[in-house]
């Protein structure tokens, strides 16, 4: 297998992007006639097609930092929020949208199903790593095993030695992994609290997308927008 140099990688970005682009002017004609036709309003669109921009570009993004152990926390936190924080927030958003409620109510769904995805994105990060298959619902590993830089490799590269931090180059970014290189991945996480890290910027999140919902009266929808977001940190534990 030959791995992609960083000009054919800057290549495929390119064409991905200029593909997505054409994709996404076909989706919003199409799409815009078929919320014309069930009456939904120009302004639901505007939310769904800008979230379709926002993630493309996403995609275009995280193709930039793949396999990139230099990778920093910033723009990591950017690939989140512009893939998995961005359906969330829109699917949040155009709901109170639908239901004509105030734009204070819109914002604060927004804002709620933004954090919540960036919350929810983070454990998914650290669960590929002390998780179970169960919890998960993929192969614990698979990120490692695809060379995916997620926040937990982010922190401990940047807190490693040097020599741990040429054991990420060597399993991330040259693909050269042995069947102990795992199980050697998750004692450095752990050695540097990486896991525990990551979890607690995710409580951080959580606990934005509550506060989120305050301005909303106690009721059974409210409960149920919160039971989400505790459910979503405890996967955790």
Wanted: aromatic content about 8%; overall charge negative; proline content about 2%.
């Amino acid at each position: 297998t030959r791995w992609l140099t960083p000009r054919e990688r800057s290549r495929l970005a390119r064409q991905i992007a200029i593909n997505s682009f054409i994709v996404l002017v076909v989706a919003l004609f199409l799409g815009s006639r078929v919320l014309s036709f069930f009456g939904i309003s120009l302004e639901a669109l505007r939310i769904l097609s800008n979230a379709a921009c926002v993630i493309a570009e996403g995609e275009v993004l995280q193709l930039s930092v793949s396999q990139d152990t230099s990778t920093t926390e910033d723009a990591y936190m950017q690939v989140i929020v512009a893939k998995t924080a961005a359906l969330f927030a829109a699917a949040a958003e155009v709901g109170a949208v639908v239901a004509s409620r105030p734009r204070e109510e819109q914002a604060a769904l927004e804002s709620y199903g933004r954090n919540l995805g960036i919350a929810f994105q983070l454990i998914d990060d650290a669960l590929d790593y002390s998780g179970s298959t169960e919890k998960l619902g993929k192969g614990v590993g698979d990120d490692f095993r695809e060379r995916k830089i997620t926040l937990p490799v982010v922190l401990s590269y940047r807190r490693g030695a040097p020599e741990e931090r040429n054991f990420w180059k060597r399993t991330l970014e040259d693909g050269d992994q042995t069947a102990d290189d795992f199980n050697y991945a998750k004692k450095l996480m752990e050695r540097h609290g990486a896991l525990a890290d990551t979890i607690d910027r995710a409580n951080h999140y959580g606990d934005i997308a509550r506060d989120a919902l305050a301005i909303f009266p106690d009721s059974a929808w409210k409960e149920s927008l919160l039971e989400a977001v505790d459910f979503c940190v405890a996967r955790a534990h």
